[in-house]
């Protein structure tokens, strides 16, 4: 069965930087789109960036120019560098993955992983 584990959440002073993973068993990471996706409390889940199977990218307004996402075919690892982070930006950020070759504007993800934990002080 599929499965997507997140990991590399921490807390981090505004300003800092941190780098997520997600790591993919029983499905390839580079076969279809995959996105990281987060939720703060009391907030709406929103996506914050995602990936096509072509490797085109696309970011949130609010994150663009200061996360990357991006994956590692051999470690079959889909990550999230996120710099210059701000208070905003603290949530539980999980990663998700589709299960059919579509563009992501119309991606379902049918895959998630548990979430890690994203906390930026002031």
């Known amino acids: 069965q599929v499965q997507l584990v997140e990991s590399g959440g921490g807390s981090v002073q505004a300003g800092g930087s941190l780098r997520l993973s997600c790591a993919a068993s029983?499905?390839?990471?580079?076969?279809?789109?995959m996105g990281w996706f987060r939720q703060a409390p009391g907030k709406e889940r929103e996506g914050v960036a995602v990936?096509?199977?072509?490797?085109?990218?696309t970011y949130a307004d609010s994150v663009k120019g200061r996360f990357t996402i991006s994956q590692d075919n051999a470690k079959n690892t889909l990550y999230l560098q996120m710099d210059s982070l701000k208070p905003e930006d603290t949530a539980m950020y999980y990663c998700?993955?589709?299960?059919?070759?579509?563009?992501?504007?119309?991606?379902?993800?049918?895959?998630w992983g548990q979430g890690t934990q994203v906390t930026v002080s002031s």
């Open positions: 998700a993955a589709d299960s059919s070759w579509r563009r992501c504007t119309e991606a379902t993800f049918r895959y």
């Open positions: 029983a499905y390839t990471v580079s076969r279809y789109c």
């Open positions: 990936i096509d199977s072509d490797g085109t990218t």
